[in-house]
């Protein structure tokens, strides 16, 4: 009950619980009480009670009981306007007598009111003509009466799903047109957001810088200052002790002057002295004597005076000297006072300056409140980003899950139009075509190598074709229900199937379940160099004949860097020969030394998807950054290779399986060999690109190494096939970019057998390392992998199970988009033939010794045995097959009599003529 309930609350959700995408299974039984709801929902109206017969009342009785809500009218007048009043999921309509023109017109009334409207006929007389002439004008079913319960619940049941479907799928488109309209919106406000933030981020650096400017101005004006200060106070000081000095000498001068004078007027004295005293000394000798003796004395006096009058005359000499160097001093001070005078000037010069300094401080004070406001404005437009951006995603994925339900619908609505065509075909005569189980089976085992989604894509397009009878198109649909029914992993072919469909041996079958399926899907059974010389002709590389083994390692190096110069990518991507050189070098250390997983089969595998760009014309689908990906994911997609598979690895539960948990073991680990060697600083050949080419170059390398996992095959080749189907590969899509990039590489991994050299000596020694590995394997006590065992293998068979198998269904696929790569599938055709002529001559019995004869001849036995399974096997199949055909036989067959029958009653009333007829309308009448 408690179940029941969330079926009817459920209801208000768009999409039945069946089909929601988040919602995984449902039970059939809800599934039922989900479409009896639908059922009650739904109104029918009948039509036909005026027919005068009880047909229509009893249809209308039986609808009730299967839970419709139904509507009774008495004619086509009355039904018209209940039809333009109301909603009905269905019009039933009673044609009383079989012909087109009645029903024709009042299909034609009604669909010009509704044209979604869903009509059936409800035929009172069985005609299969009229049937099909009814479903061709646009009737949804054609029954006949009385209605059987069962009939009215499937058929009708199956238009109203349709319906509730279509409306389903209107709504939830209609939902997603708007939040994708939504979504533009807020995409293109998120622009104009990120814009206005750029702008403001510009502004707001112009202004810091002019701020930055000007601050440096300010601050050497300022030191300008107080050099010119610090210099003016010095001078004011020497100016105010020179002027103390000149004091000084002014006041000695005069006293020094005044002393002179008084010297001079005392020598003249003297002078006037010693004249009166020589005037007496001319009268008496006595008095001579005395006055000889007093002239002597008066003379000392003289010569004392004269030495005083001398010593006077120096310092008067000294003084003047002094006064002339005053002089000197005074002139210097003028100097100094002009020069004091122009640093007023400059000071005066100065202040206006520093006002004007001061104004701009103030305006830049302005100018940063205005950054702030900016900033807060950018701190408010980044919030709203987030916001838009968060919005933006979940808007995405809203749109993603409103996807994944109208690809469930679609589905849904493809499978029931399918039953119901299947029904109708079921009536047309054009169906009895002579024994169809034999190419039914043809196209069985046809389609066995193709995955499941491949196969719908094929039919869907075909079914496209409106010149298809209803036999093909039946056989189509079956081939789509078939499809869907089959497997989980819509683009791998199911195994099992293909052992159905084409018997294999059984080492074969092992191989394939073995290498060409992921391990997690296998049953589990117990459990610094010299650079060479870098001027190498890169020519000789541009052929599909190049031959490997012709040249030494040191050489392959120079010719790898030859390829990348060539197709122009060391120029275009800033990376010197050296530095390439270097890592190439690096590359070729970081391989080991196996029989076939080495350097030589790294540089074979690069020189491939050298010649795929260049010659294959896959240039065109891709950009030069997709060209040194693929080169260098070519170059390093088996780096360090230990020369044991992802198989043995699980098996063994070796370290690198434990560490990326069984899945692609040795795939991820030549990834990450790869990107540690191109990170190391030395010899980073990625250092010239920006960060998103970086981004975009480590995506398309991780991606085309890991797609080189044998598991990943059948996938690769699925996924590559059904985009075959649609549009052209488009060189702007990065997700057919990635494809292609994936693709190639894959094909020039398993290339030997498809370029013309070497085909045999790849052959031995890639066998070889196999071998190897089932030694090792045997000697742990692991189970032997398939063809490993040096005991029992078969080289020439494995090869072929190889080109048939896997090459040459891949580079079919690829011929359709580089059509030039034609001639690989010929050199693969002649591997072929070279193979399968090994085959032929090994069926001569080898010189063995009795021991080995005997092994022989059981071994002979076993196959013999494996090959009556097989074809038992087979045997199981065409019975099983034509036991599911039995009863549409049996249907059939009695359609047949049926017809035959209606056949031979109309021949009868064309030859007894209107009697006929008249007893017919009287039927009808009745
Ligand atoms: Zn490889």
């Not at 989900?34 to 229509?56: C, D, M, N, Y």
């Not at 092992?510 to 002709?537: A, F, I």
């Not at 275009?572 to 076939?596: C, L, Q």
């Amino acid at each position: 009950m408690q179940r029941h309930y969330e079926v009817r609350t459920n209801r208000k959700s768009s999409i039945p619980p069946a089909y929601d995408v988040r919602g995984g299974g449902m039970s059939f039984s809800n599934l039922e009480i989900k479409w009896q709801h639908i059922r009650e929902l739904t109104k029918i109206l009948v039509v036909g009670t005026a027919t005068f017969t009880s047909a229509p009342a009893t249809v209308a009785k039986t609808l009730s009981t299967l839970g419709y809500h139904v509507v009774l009218v008495e004619d086509v007048l009355q039904a018209i306007s209940r039809i333009k009043e109301e909603k009905f999921g269905v019009v039933l309509v009673t044609i009383a007598q079989p012909g087109k023109e009645q029903g024709n017109s009042v299909l034609e009334r009604m669909k010009q009111i509704d044209p979604e409207l869903n009509v059936v006929m409800l035929s009172l007389r069985d005609s299969s003509e009229t049937t099909l002439l009814y479903l061709r004008s646009g009737a949804a079913d054609v029954l006949s009466a009385p209605l059987a319960p069962e009939v009215a619940q499937t058929r009708l049941g199956s238009i109203v799903e349709i319906n509730y479907l279509k409306s389903e799928l209107r709504t939830v488109s209609n939902e997603n047109q708007i939040v994708n309209s939504a979504l533009g919106e807020l995409k293109s406000e998120q622009m104009e957001v990120t814009a206005a933030r750029d702008q403001a981020v510009r502004q707001n650096d112009l202004l810091r810088t002019e701020c930055q400017r000007q601050n440096a101005l300010i601050r050497e004006y300022e030191t300008t200052i107080r050099k010119k200060n610090e210099e003016s106070e010095s001078i004011d000081s020497s100016v105010i002790f020179l002027n103390k000095e000149v004091d000084r000498w002014k006041a000695e001068a005069t006293t020094l002057a005044e002393t002179n004078r008084e010297l001079q007027r005392e020598h003249t004295l003297q002078k006037e002295q010693l004249e009166n005293l020589k005037k007496p000394a001319l009268l008496s000798g006595n008095e001579a004597a005395f006055e000889l003796a007093k002239q002597v004395e008066i003379n000392n006096a003289l010569v004392a005076e004269n030495r005083k009058l001398k010593e006077n005359g120096g310092k008067i000499v000294q003084n003047q000297a002094l006064l002339d160097e005053f002089e000197g001093l005074k002139k210097t001070l003028v100097k100094r006072d002009k020069k004091i005078a122009s640093l007023r000037t400059i000071e005066v010069k100065l202040e206006e300056k520093e006002e004007t300094i001061k104004s701009i401080t103030k305006d830049w004070g302005d100018e940063k409140r205005e950054r702030m406001a900016r900033e807060a404005e950018l701190i408010e437009m980044d919030r709203s980003l987030t916001i838009a951006t968060r919005r933006i995603t979940a808007y995405e994925s809203h749109i993603n899950e409103l996807k994944g339900k109208i690809t469930t619908l679609c589905w849904r609505l493809a499978l029931l139009s399918s039953e119901l065509t299947q029904r109708y075909v079921l009536n047309a005569p054009e169906f009895w075509s002579a024994s169809e189980e034999g190419a039914e089976m043809v196209q069985k085992v046809k389609s066995s190598m193709s995955s499941p989604a491949e196969n719908i894509t094929q039919a869907l397009n075909a079914a496209n074709n409106p010149d298809m009878n209803p036999t093909q198109l039946r056989k189509l649909l079956q081939q789509v229900l078939d499809s869907i029914r089959s497997s989980n992993n819509i683009y791998r072919p199911s195994v099992t199937q293909m052992f159905e469909a084409s018997p294999l041996d059984d080492m074969t079958q092992r191989w394939m379940e073995w290498e060409l399926t992921s391990p997690l899907e296998n049953q589990n059974p117990d459990g610094d160099n010299d650079v060479v010389d870098l001027n190498l002709d890169a020519t000789v590389t541009s052929t599909w004949n190049f031959d490997v083994f012709n040249y030494e390692e040191p050489t392959l190096v120079a010719l790898t860097v030859g390829m990348f110069r060539e197709l122009g990518l060391l120029k275009k991507f800033s990376i010197t020969g050296n530095t390439m050189t270097r890592f190439v070098e690096d590359v070729r250390a970081s391989y080991r030394t196996n029989p076939y997983h080495n350097f030589r089969h790294a540089f074979d595998v690069t020189q491939t998807c050298f010649m795929m760009l260049k010659e294959g014309g896959a240039m065109n689908y891709l950009n030069p950054l997709d060209h040194f990906g693929l080169l260098m994911a070519a170059l390093c997609h088996d780096l360090d290779h230990p020369g044991l598979n992802n198989n043995f690895h699980c098996a063994a539960r070796s370290k690198l399986a434990m560490i990326y948990n069984d899945m692609s073991v040795l795939e991820n680990h030549h990834c990450c060999v790869a990107f540690k060697l191109i990170n190391k600083s030395k010899i980073n050949v990625l250092s010239g690109l920006s960060a998103s080419q970086y981004q975009e170059i480590r995506k398309t390398m991780v991606s085309a190494i890991l797609t080189t996992d044998m598991s990943q095959h059948f996938e690769l080749l699925g996924k590559f096939n059904t985009r075959l189907g649609t549009a052209e590969f488009s060189k702007e899509n990065a997700n057919d970019r990635q494809m292609i990039v994936q693709v190639l590489l894959h094909a020039s991994d398993v290339s030997n057998v498809a370029k013309p050299v070497n085909v045999r000596r790849w052959s031995d020694l890639c066998f070889e390392e196999f071998l190897c590995q089932g030694d090792k394997e045997k000697e742990m006590g692991l189970p032997v992998s398939p063809f490993f065992d040096r005991k029992n293998t078969d080289q020439v068979k494995l090869s072929l199970n190889f080109i048939d198998y896997l090459t040459h269904p891949l580079y079919s696929s690829l011929t359709k988009v580089l059509p030039k790569l034609e001639v690989c599938l010929n050199w693969m055709k002649q591997s072929r033939e070279y193979w399968s002529k090994q085959s032929e001559s090994e069926v001569v019995l080898p010189q063995v010794d009795k021991k080995e004869a005997a092994k022989f001849v059981q071994k002979t036995k076993r196959a013999a045995l494996e090959k009556t399974a097989a074809e038992h096997r087979t045997e199981t199949t065409r019975s099983v097959a034509a036991d599911r055909l039995q009863p549409k036989r049996t249907e059939i067959s009695v359609l047949k009599e049926y017809l035959n029958k209606r056949t031979t009653t109309r021949e009868k009333s064309c030859r007894s003529g209107p009697q006929l007829i008249y007893l017919d309308r009287k039927l009808f009448v009745r």
